[in-house]
């Protein structure tokens, strides 16, 4: 087990990482601070885990990115249901984005709950691609150090306080846990909303639209 963890850890990393930054319901937080958990008892270099962390993650958010500049709502809300993404997250991740100017970029990818959507966002108002980019990794690389380097203190009391052995299962078995009670977390507030919806077009409804889509109040810019 500990050869296999040690063996697949960064590639284990790589994919979470993108399929986080993707949209895919898995926690940044967990993944992080365990591979800064990860680094500190297989002696790995934690600036490597930063580095390919964020390497993943910027290519995963150039994913989502180009899905919300080239499909535009339509393709959000189509796809979002494959993945688990609600209206309400973009909307949410749209409110904190539009009129705070760029910089509100690199702030959103160091905030939960909003960081996974800020990609999307970012690709529907059209924000130009090297600019999301550099701002995106600048954000995203002074998260994940933070994150790894508290997983890296806390891999340094563990192998002092608990076997190396136990520590290597407890990995695996928050790793399981987390991705799948984030899945079903993500299911149900999907599932929420789309009862919410349901009600809402039978009731007539409280928001006007457009060619079968919610009317969008305003021109959503982000300068």
């Known amino acids: 087990m500990e050869s296999f963890i040690d063996s697949a850890g960064f590639a284990a990393l790589i994919l979470f990482c993108f399929l986080e930054a993707a949209c895919i319901p898995i926690s940044s937080e967990v993944t992080f601070g365990l591979a800064g958990a990860w680094a500190y008892h297989y002696h790995h270099s934690i600036a490597l885990v930063i580095i390919i962390g964020s390497v993943a993650e910027l290519a995963g958010s150039y994913l989502s990115y180009y899905v919300g500049r080239i499909g535009g709502r339509p393709m959000v809300n189509k796809l979002g249901r494959y993945v688990l993404v609600t209206e309400a997250d973009v909307d949410r991740a ?5 009129g705070r100017g760029l910089w ?16 999307l966002v970012a690709g529907l108002v059209r924000v130009p691609p090297l600019r999301f980019g550099i701002l995106n990794v600048i954000g995203t690389v ?23 052995t136990d520590a290597t299962y407890l990995i695996v078995a928050v790793v399981v846990l987390a991705v799948i009670g984030g899945i079903f977390l993500r299911w149900r507030q999907f599932r929420r909303e789309g009862q919410g919806g349901g009600k809402q077009g039978q009731g007539g409804g409280k928001h006007s639209t457009r060619n079968g889509e919610p009317e969008r109040s305003g021109n959503a810019e982000v300068r």
């Open 142 to 164: 002074i998260y994940a150090t933070a994150l790894s380097l508290l997983g890296y203190s806390f891999g340094s009391a563990w192998t002092h306080n608990k076997d190396l």
């Open 94 to 98: 749209e409110r904190f984005l539009v």
């Open 104 to 119: 509100a970029i690199p702030v959103a990818r160091m905030l939960p709950f909003v960081r996974a959507f800020t990609s």
